[in-house]
């Protein structure tokens, strides 16, 4: 059996309030003929498939002309999807009965028996292999809020952690029961594990913050794969190959420039996981950084060499590289981003983000500090902010842990 891992979608992201449909659309045109080509048997998609609670119209139309094109092209594709923070998972499930009679399953929150609580065999799917068979056991447990834990005595370990652990073994445990020889044990997941690359510009802190990462023991050993959503970075955890984060398949923010944006393609027999490997996602669009790295050292030196870049004026407006500049500054330069569009003037690019650093010439902290767009701040950073002006400290671990239900609760 084949399965294609991929997350964290964000449909109906904008960037520095530019629409990333473009790129969207290119990614999932190029996702459609990698799933014909590669004769993929499962799709399983680990969270944020859009960017909001309330994606736009557009966002919604792109992703189910993607589901309509993906069975017409292979109707015997499994499509599961699960629920990540940036999801909202009543709506993801709101067409859930026209979904799975086409085998493609949404589970937007945990499956609960009419108690109201978590029933693990509602939470097993089969996946079949190109002849129709079952080649796998697919345990999926979608994005967790602290309500959704079982209670845990503080005495026997921090009740997030603990509670996620024991709902996963319970989880896995009917999966496991329903496992015949030569099936394969998947689970999904979308969580921060601890000891994972995170991208501070884009990736939100879940599940209490980084305070609460995850270690990788919660996963049986006994798992043939275990497929991530959250980071964008992709990555294996705990070393171990088969718990991974595919990453996301296009740079969300600007620092994520360098991640090698792909899908990983997974083979499975006889239970187990006999090959992984990489598909590279094309960038239809470039992120260009000047400097590279840092701060120019003087406005002269970053006008110069955005003069100087190198652009394709053949490309269409859609596919214009995005730009970031940062520049250190000695003294204040209010006309600055002026200069910067004139230099840029006429030029196939689209300036993004113009970040000034004040290089520190004496003047206090007040005087010489740039205001932070609220666009690049965290709900944990503006709570941080307000904390430090109020109370001229740092919030403490559980003031940071409570603001963190709070916020997931809200959500």
């Known amino acids: ?22 790129e969207h659309q290119h990614f999932l045109d190029w996702l459609l003929d990698r799933l014909e080509e590669h004769a993929v048997d499962a ?7 859009f960017d909001g609670q309330n994606p736009p119209i557009t966002a919604l139309a792109q992703f189910y002309r993607f589901v309509a094109a993906a ?12 629920a990540g923070n940036h999801d909202s998972g009543s709506r993801l499930e709101a067409p859930s009965p026209l979904l799975d009679a086409m085998g493609v399953r949404i589970v937007g929150s945990l499956p609960v028996d009419g108690a109201g609580a978590f029933d693990p065999e509602r939470a097993v799917l089969a996946l ?36 996620v652990r024991r709902l996963y073994a319970a989880a896995a445990e009917a999966g496991r029961a329903r496992l015949r020889p030569g099936e394969a044990l998947i689970l999904t997941g979308h969580c921060y594990m601890g000891g994972g690359e995170l991208s501070d510009l884009s990736e939100r802190k879940i599940l209490g913050g980084n305070l609460h990462a995850l270690p990788a ?21 705990g070393g171990r190959d088969g718990v991974r984060y595919s990453g996301s398949p296009i740079p969300l923010a600007l ?13 499975f027999a006889a239970g187990r996981l006999v090959e992984r490997r990489a598909l590279r996602v094309p960038r239809v669009v470039e992120i260009r950084r000047v400097p590279g790295n840092g701060a120019a050292a003087e406005p002269e030196a970053a006008l110069a060499a955005l003069r100087a870049l190198p652009l394709d004026p053949a490309l269409p407006p859609e596919r214009w590289p995005y730009l970031e500049v940062t520049v250190a500054l000695p003294e204040p330069r209010p006309g600055l ?25 004496g003047r206090t902290l007040a005087e010489s500090a740039v205001r932070a767009e609220l666009s690049d701040l965290s709900p944990e950073d503006v709570f941080r902010r307000i904390h ?18 709070l916020l997931e609760d809200m959500a």
């Open 43 to 49: 799709l399983v998609i680990a969270g944020d498939l």
């Open 388 to 405: 430090a002006r109020r109370h001229e400290s740092e919030p403490d671990p559980a003031l940071l842990a409570a603001f963190h239900e």
């Open 128 to 163: 079949t292999d190109r002849t129709g068979a079952v080649a796998a056991r697919c345990v999926v447990v979608p994005y967790l809020r602290p309500a959704d834990l079982p209670a845990v005595d503080e005495a026997e370990g921090d009740p997030l952690i603990e509670g």
């Open 71 to 82: 069975k017409g092209r292979l109707p015997d594709l499994d499509i599961v999807a699960i």
């Open 255 to 267: 620092d994520e420039e360098p991640y090698p944006h792909q899908v990983v393609l997974a083979e």
């Open 1 to 22: 059996m084949r399965l294609l891992h991929t997350a964290d979608w964000h449909l109906g992201q904008t960037l520095h309030g530019v629409s990333r449909e473009h």
């Open 337 to 361: 981003r002026d200069e910067v569009e004139a230099a840029l003037a006429g030029r196939p690019v689209r300036l993004l983000k113009l970040t000034v650093r004040p290089t520190g010439d």
């Open 217 to 237: 023991d919660i996963f049986c050993a006994d798992a043939a794969y275990v497929a991530l959503g959250h980071l964008h970075r992709p990555q294996a955890v």
